[in-house]
T-cell receptor, first 111, second 111 residues
Framework: NAGVTQTPKFQVLKTGQSMTLQCAQDMNHEYMSWYRQDPGMGLRLIHYSVGAGITDQGEVPNGYNVSRSTTEDFPLRLLSAAPSQTSVYFC??????????FGPGTRLLVL | DAKTTQPNSMESNEEEPVHLPCNHSTISGTDYIHWYRQLPSQGPEYVIHGLTSNVNNRMASLAIAEDRKSSTLILHRATLRDAAVYYCILRDAYYGQNFVFGPGTRLSVLP
């Protein structure tokens, strides 16, 4: 198993650009989520999904969209990037109600 | 989800035991206590979790107070690779979809 994979590893955007962060898991987990981590802080939940076709907002959803068309994939879209979205983004998955597996992260810099 | 309180940082010498405390005075009867750690430049990884009884696995031990208002993660022999941020998280067994990460404890291991 590859576990949870994320692409790209690093991205630089200009303010106003849009992009999609990719997340995939091959463990057939129902639950997937996106977190952001700012320097020196813990992770904050952006959006999550309990299964294909079902998504919900987390603590900091503004400026981000998600969709879950398959069990394996959970992309995160930045609609119009802002410098405040400079962060490290982590995708995670788990079988409800078991422990969570995290991806390696995507470092995003918005200029 | 109930909140947890952890020291900001701790230091340990290599090959000595480490006791990482966590206070959770408002824990409910169905909250599981989870510990994750985050090595530098990586996503968080699962360490251990428990409900009422002490738990052991190959990575660590979890000691839970009788009143469940506090717990301690025990690393029996710290290695340099154990230097990480350790997160103590409560999650309801039935309704807790999400993990809420605080700032955690940054553990430094001295050679």
């Amino acid at each position: 198993n590859a576990g949870v994979t994320q692409t790209p590893k690093f991205q630089v955007l200009k303010t106003g650009q849009s992009m999609t962060l990719q997340c995939a898991q091959d463990m057939n987990h129902e639950y997937m989520s996106w977190y952001r981590q700012d320097p020196g802080m813990g992770l904050r939940l952006i959006h999550y999904s309990v299964g294909a076709g079902i998504t919900d907002q987390g603590e900091v959803p503004n400026g981000y969209n998600v969709s879950r068309s398959t069990t394996e994939d959970f992309p995160l879209r930045l609609l119009s990037a802002a410098p405040s979205q400079t962060s490290v983004y982590f995708c995670a998955s788990r079988r409800i109600p078991e422990t969570q597996y995290f991806g390696p992260g995507t470092r995003l810099l918005v200029l | 989800d109930a909140k947890t309180t952890q020291p900001n940082s701790m230091e340990s010498n290599e090959e000595e035991p480490v006791h990482l405390p966590c206070n959770h005075s408002t824990i409910s009867g169905t909250d599981y206590i989870h510990w994750y750690r985050q090595l530098p430049s990586q996503g968080p990884e699962y360490v251990i979790h428990g409900l009422t009884s002490n738990v052991n696995n190959r990575m660590a031990s979890l000691a839970i107070a009788e009143d469940r208002k506090s717990s301690t993660l025990i690393l029996h022999r710290a290695t340099l690779r154990d230097a990480a941020v350790y997160y103590c998280i409560l999650r309801d067994a039935y309704y807790g979809q999400n993990f809420v990460f605080g700032p955690g404890t940054r553990l430094s291991v001295l050679p």
